[in-house]
């Protein structure tokens, strides 16, 4: 299926320029003095009387979220409920309860911590559990399990602020309770649980909302889909693939199963919600929106019970509105509009920023997202014969405002309010008068376990200071503050944009610019690139034409390295202005030569991008002369200098990044460089060669050696003129070149080398199983494996490991392999008829040593694909060998972790390390005593960043220091100190100027 028309704004305009459209619409249509008059009772009322239930609010302001016992009070929260295990549980309790001082007080933070809990546990539970004793008092102390199941037994009862029921039975039974008091109540049922990883994950999801629907059908009859109960669902957990790059899929595997809700809530004349998700599907959920109103036109015409959630901290989401209300028109439809402030911010601002993206996708000032959402509401407000609008806020100025601006158009409405948030403010709005709007009630379902990332998020947005939440509970802020006009924009964004994340000014870089395949404003350049794209055949050059260009590099090296530093830093950074210029042109060459997928070619433009502005800031950070100090009468100078010709070898897994890395820093640092590329990819080699020459490195600084590693680089290794090598590559070779030096005469040659290795995950029984298979994915199958970081060995705690075995299982049979060149392909193909032949014998010899645990299906003809497949093995100590390519071996441990690095540490090399806890301290001591490059912590294991994460590894995976880090120019240079007895011509003039 075809990308959609570009439907809305460009999603990275700049936030004053947003602001202004915003604060246009709003011009004249509010009155805030009035909402303050209006709101400010309400404020008083709920301080004068709180609702009842306000355990988690005094919990928080107790342990704010940004203090490091509201950190460890969440920590608990979220992953507590799932450990398994006794003795894993102790160890997360202990390690978070004793992260802070709670109060300072003598008998120890964690006893009051608990204390407190336990507090909370018994209101909890008196109004939760009535007929039911009290769970025991922690301040007894009766030892370590009795805490913990103390502490499961709070955090399940905090939960349940935030958790209407553990099915939908018991849900609507406590909505019917609540009516009893609040007659003008209704609800809207949400199944708990994460995005969908599997497709089994999926039908579960899909059979819960089915179920939801019956119960809710056979419960209370209404007059309409607006004064029915309904229900919310989320799309990624009725597909594990719901993303722009899967768009065919999308509408021929997820549609129907919406289309099958949508009917049957039709038919009982209920109201279904899709509920909101990140920006990036945004266009793909307007799309699928579409393609359900043609279906409802056709058979439920008269059904006005079919909506969607819109997110006003999305710069796109007044245009969002009004493509809800085109729809609707087309099609002869009225919808229902949930508007929210939005849930998932955080994620929004660090994907912008790890992707060097243009700009934010959402407003990065609270009070932004404020403004509007007033204005969303407004345009909602004026589209009320095609939309009914539904208002999810609990900030009572915003209500205020809604119930003016709703008044002056006569439109029908209702407010909605999120189960345990806003019961205070609700009470006195629905008290408030007659014409008081009903209150919808977003109600979360689901047991202990599937609450756990929603508990979370409700603690982040209640524990954070900007929120309405928050500070309706201080009595310090006074309700002229609480109730301010948020109609005053800011002149900037909050946040510095992507592309000065690392500083702005003068000598500051900048971050490299990424591209949202998911906007195809953005991705077109990247397709046309790939479509016209094509290879030529790059001549071999021999060992004379190495001795050739040895000599002539040997003979321009005096020339280059008296070049000022300066200049040759500058030289550098207009390189990576002119690459990042010419992206979409290397990501076709990367994808035609490489075989490499439309991110991941991004991905290593970027990186090339970084290396050049990052060697270039480092030089001149490090590479100046250094004074020394010394006895008076004497001047001693450090400098530092090129060491001659350096042989820079690279391989074909990242023919562009490593290959410039390498070359960039070898030439900044005063050198010049003979470059060989991998045998496999040489065009995108001498594509940036010739950039190098373009923006003005001489033509005998820098030369392009093409040939096989038995001859030519055996040829630069051994050159006599050769003073220093730089290799990524493998093990193997690395060491023949290690001999091949040793055996030169003349001074020592110094080795740059980096390997790959063994590498692990480690993953405990605290882990969340979901973020793990996210991971592991991710790290052991991208690029088809074919990464030196690339994930080989999973340790899995054996408490957890069957349930993320299946899920990787099941995780592994929804990625795509196919032809690079396609944005639905997860893993394209491996890099030559060899290696295919190679690690195609290792998988057969695995076939018949291992368990098969799972292998993702291959129904394209593309050349060279290999499946992703996954085995199980008995012991660490059974991986021998690195296989370079997308398989995964696993094993499960229990017992002592210790013993788990001790085993991993013996594999004998190792280049990156992933480990999985919530134990801080776990995770904290396994970095300590692992041998390993670099460890990565709740993450994936692929991606290093430049000058963020520097790469590489000692020992077997490499000789260090680390690419892209502070300390890896220095190897490329050679020392001189000077020093001048500045006293020899008659005497220290400058000490006897000094004489008094």
């Known amino acids: 299926m075809n990308p959609s028309p570009a439907r809305l704004p460009f999603p990275y305009r700049p936030e004053h320029e947003v602001l202004s459209q915003l604060l246009g619409a709003l011009q004249g249509k509010l009155d805030w003095p009035a909402v303050v008059a ?19 609010e005094s919990l928080l302001r107790e342990y704010p979220i ?37 109060d300072g007080a003598a008998e120890g933070s964690a006893h009051k911590m608990l204390a407190q809990i336990s507090a909370s546990a018994i209101s909890l539970s008196k109004k939760f559990l009535p007929d039911q004793d009290n769970p025991p008092g922690l301040m007894q102390r009766l030892g370590a399990r009795t805490v913990v199941a103390a502490t499961v037994r709070a955090i399940q009862l905090l939960g349940r602020q935030f958790v209407l029921g553990r099915t939908i039975q018991e849900a609507m039974a406590e909505a019917d309770s609540q009516r009893k008091a609040q007659a003008r109540l209704r609800f809207s049922y949400d199944m708990l649980g994460e995005g969908a990883r599997t497709e089994r994950d999926a039908e579960r999801y899909l059979a819960s909302y089915r179920n939801a629907i019956t119960a809710i059908a056979q419960g209370r009859v209404a007059s309409s889909p607006m004064a029915a109960d309904g229900i919310s669902i989320k799309l990624s957990a009725l597909f594990s693939r719901y993303e722009d790059a899967q768009r065919e899929r999308v509408f021929a595997e997820l549609l129907p199963r919406v289309q099958g809700l949508v009917d049957q809530a039709a038919q009982a004349n209920l109201n279904l919600t899709i509920d909101a998700e990140e920006s990036d599907r945004l266009e793909l959920s307007l799309d699928l929106f579409e393609a359900l109103a043609r279906h409802i036109a056709a058979k439920h015409p008269q059904w006005q019970g079919f909506g969607l959630a819109v997110q006003a901290y999305q710069t796109r989401a007044l245009a969002v509105v009004d493509e809800v209300a085109r729809i609707a028109q087309a099609h002869g439809l009225r919808f229902m509009v949930r508007l929210v402030k939005g849930a ?120 954070a200071n900007s929120s309405f939440v928050h500070q309706l509970a201080d009595e310090h802020v006074s309700a002229e503050q609480l109730l301010a006009s948020p109609l005053a924009p800011s002149s900037d964004e909050a946040l510095p944009l992507p ?94 030569e490489a075989h490499k997928t439309l991110g991941d070619t991004v991905a290593e433009v970027r990186e090339a991008v970084d290396f050049c502005r990052y060697y270039a800031d480092q030089a001149e950070a490090r590479l100046m002369d250094q004074p020394l100090p010394g006895p008076t009468g004497e001047s001693n100078l450090l400098r530092l200098h090129g060491r001659g010709v350096f042989v820079c070898i690279s391989p074909w897994n990242f023919p562009l990044a490593i290959f410039a890395g390498q070359v960039v820093a070898a030439l900044v640092a005063g050198n010049t460089v003979a470059a060989k590329p991998a045998e496999q990819t040489p065009l995108v080699a001498q594509h940036f060669v010739a ?83 996210d991971a592991v994915v991710q790290s052991a199958f991208r690029s088809a494996g074919q990464r030196c970081s690339a994930l080989r060995l999973l340790c899995v705690h054996e408490g957890i490991a069957d349930g993320v075995i299946e899920m990787l299982r099941g995780a592994m049979a929804e990625l795509r392999v196919g032809d690079p060149a396609e944005l639905a392909t997860d893993v394209g193909p491996l890099i030559d008829d060899e290696a295919f032949t190679a690690i195609g014998a290792q998988v057969r010899r695995l076939r018949g040593e291992a368990k098969l645990l799972g292998e993702t299906p291959v129904r394209s003809s593309f050349p060279r694909l290999l499946a992703p497949i996954a085995f199980e ?114 005497g220290n003039a400058e000490l006897l100027a000094g004489l008094a």
């Open 38 to 56: 209006g709101a400010k009772p309400w404020v008083q009322a709920v301080r004068d009387k709180p609702a009842p239930f306000w355990a988690m």
């Open 66 to 102: 940004s203090s490091a016992e509201g950190l460890a009070l969440m920590r608990l929260a979220e992953a507590l409920l799932r450990v398994p295990d006794a003795e894993t549980a102790i160890a997360l309790t202990a390690d978070q309860l004793g992260r802070g001082d709670f």
């Open 344 to 463: 998932y911010w955080d994620g929004e601002v660090k994907r912008a920023q790890e992707g060097g993206l243009p700009g934010y996708p959402v407003f990065t000032h609270k009070h932004h997202t404020d403004i509007s959402y007033l204005a969303c509401a407004e345009r909602l407000i004026s589209h009320h014969a095609l939309i009914y609008p539904q208002f999810a806020t609990h900030n009572a100025g915003t209500i205020a405002a809604i119930l003016q601006l709703a008044r002056q158009q006569g439109a029908a409405f209702e407010m909605q309010r999120l189960h345990g948030m806003g019961d205070g403010v609700y009470r006195e709005v629905l008290a408030s008068g007659p014409d008081a709007p009903p209150v919808r009630v977003y109600a979360p379902v689901g047991e202990h376990r599937d609450l756990l990332a929603y508990l979370v998020r409700r603690l982040l947005e209640n524990g």
């Open 499 to 592: 592309q000065v994340l690392y500083g702005s000014g003068p000598g500051a870089r900048a971050n490299s610019v990424g591209v949202d395949l998911a906007c195809l404003a953005m991705r077109a350049p990247l397709d046309a690139a790939v479509a016209t794209t094509h290879l030529s055949t790059l001549s071999m050059h021999s060992a004379a034409d190495a001795d050739a260009a040895m000599q002539r590099l040997h003979a321009g090296f005096d020339a280059w390295s008296a070049r000022p530093l300066a200049e040759r830093a500058a030289l550098l950074r207009k390189a990576a202005d002119l690459l990042e210029a010419r992206l979409p042109a290397y990501c076709g060459l990367l994808v035609k």
């Open 691 to 773: 950039l190098l020459h373009e923006v003005g490195v001489p033509q005998d600084a820098v030369a392009l050696l093409h040939g096989l590693g038995e001859t030519v680089g055996a040829a630069l290794v051994a050159h006599p003129l050769t003073a220093g090598v730089c290799f990524t590559g493998s093990t193997q070779v690395a060491r023949l070149i290690n001999r091949t030096l040793a055996a030169k005469d003349g001074p020592i040659v110094p080795l740059i080398a980096e390997t790959g290795g063994l590498n692990a995950m480690v993953v405990d029984s605290t882990a969340l199983p979901e973020q793990v298979v």
């Open 873 to 986: 093995i008995g012991r660490i100590a059974e991986l021998k060998t690195e296989i370079f390519g997308p398989v995964l071996h696993v094993v499960r441990w229990g017992g002592d972790v210790n013993e788990v690095v001790r085993q991993i540490n013996a594999l004998g090399y190792g280049l990156t390390l992933g480990v999985q806890t919530r134990i801080d301290s776990r995770a904290q001591r396994i970095a300590d005593t692992a041998r390993i490059g670099n460890v990565y912590v709740n993450r994936n294991m692929i991606g290093a960043v430049v000058g963020v994460q520097p790469f590489g590894g000692e020992g077997l995976s490499g000789t260090g220091p680390k690419a892209g880090g502070p300390h890896y120019l220095y190897r490329f240079c050679a020392e001189q100190t000077v020093t001048v007895n500045t006293a020899a011509a008659g």
